[in-house]
């Protein structure tokens, strides 16, 4: 079994000093490709965007609209069988990230 490298998660300088130390890019290079690529996400999933984004063999990201729903009374909670009242929702945006098949086979291999 794999050796875990430490209890807390990588910080975003770890993250970039790792990279550059592999790649032999500079730090500021991959600086930029990854605000280049943050910049590529966000035009793809802001509201005029086509709402995909996706990192090949890692994820797949996209927006998705959930409609309004109206209020409810006298609705049954299924835990204490009490009659209750449900307040109305807005629509709203949401953003739902999946792992792709490599990604997975990286988590369980």
Do not use: C, W
């Not at 990588?10 to 970039?16: A, G, Q, S």
């Not at 592999?22 to 910049?39: E, P, R």
């Not at 049954?76 to 307040?87: S, V």
């Not at 792992?99 to 988590?107: E, H, I, P, S």
């Amino acid at each position: 079994m794999a050796k875990k490298s430490g209890s807390k998660p990588l910080t975003k300088t770890e993250i970039l000093r790792n990279i550059s130390e592999s790649t032999g890019l500079a730090k500021k290079d991959v600086v930029l490709v990854l605000d280049h690529l943050t910049n590529e996400i966000q035009k793809a999933l802001k509201g005029s965007g086509i709402g995909v984004f996706s990192i090949p063999g890692l994820v797949k990201i996209e927006r998705r609209k959930v409609p309004s729903r109206p209020a409810q009374k006298g609705v049954k909670n299924p835990f204490t069988g009490e009659l209750q009242d449900r307040p109305a929702k807005p629509a709203s945006v949401k953003v739902r990230v999946r792992a792709l098949k490599n990604l997975k086979a990286m988590v369980a291999g």
